[in-house]
């Protein structure tokens, strides 16, 4: 008759320290993203709205290839989410005439509420500021016209607030064009909507 004996099983391995650690910081780290995402997703954040309301140029100036100007915007920008309000941590906008950049200013700091309407004054003087010969040439011709059609664009770095929760920095990208800015002021402006990306 046979006889079988049974061995006493192996001792389990313990884990160290260390890796217990690990393992409970990834699985909270896991925990807090699906949070985070869930919260996101739940809230839906709609886009935020650029428009450009008003638009006016004064000291128009251009004598050879200098030009001299102030560039004046009322650029209005409207939060449509009723949980999320947005931090803009830093802006600045460029005004471009034929891709060429011919007024650039920063906007401080602002906290934008949720389904608020924030207008943002951009007034910029340019002087003797050098332009090419062909940009040169198309100003005059505009300028003969009476208007004159600009580019506005934005760039900022901004945050969601939701509760207490705050998002980490997101690039704001906003392009305003044709932006046609009259000389006269006889002219009504017509507003431009802009288009956003975030």
Known sequence: ??????????????????????????????????AILITWLAIKPKKLQY????????????????LTSTFNFVLRTYNPNHKTSVYYDKMEVTVYYRGQAVANDKVA?????KQNVTRLMFQKAT?????????????????????VDLDIKIKAKIRFKVGIWKSRHYKL??????????????????????????
């Open 1 to 34: 008759m046979a006889h079988f004996t049974q061995s006493p099983n192996p001792p389990a391995k313990k884990r160290s320290p260390i890796t217990m650690i690990a393992i409970f910081c990834i699985g909270l780290i896991v925990i807090v993203g699906l």
């Open 51 to 66: 428009s450009v309301d008003e638009g006016w140029i004064k000291d128009y100036n251009l004598t050879n290839s200098e």
């Open 109 to 113: 700091p602002f906290y934008q509420p």
């Open 127 to 147: 002087k003797n500021y050098n332009l090419p010969q062909g940009v040169v040439r198309d100003l005059k011709a505009e300028r003969t016209g009476g208007e």
């Open 173 to 198: 990208k906003v392009l305003c064009s044709p932006v046609v800015v009259n000389f006269s002021n006889d002219k009504r402006f017509q507003n431009k909507d802009c288009e956003v990306d975030i």
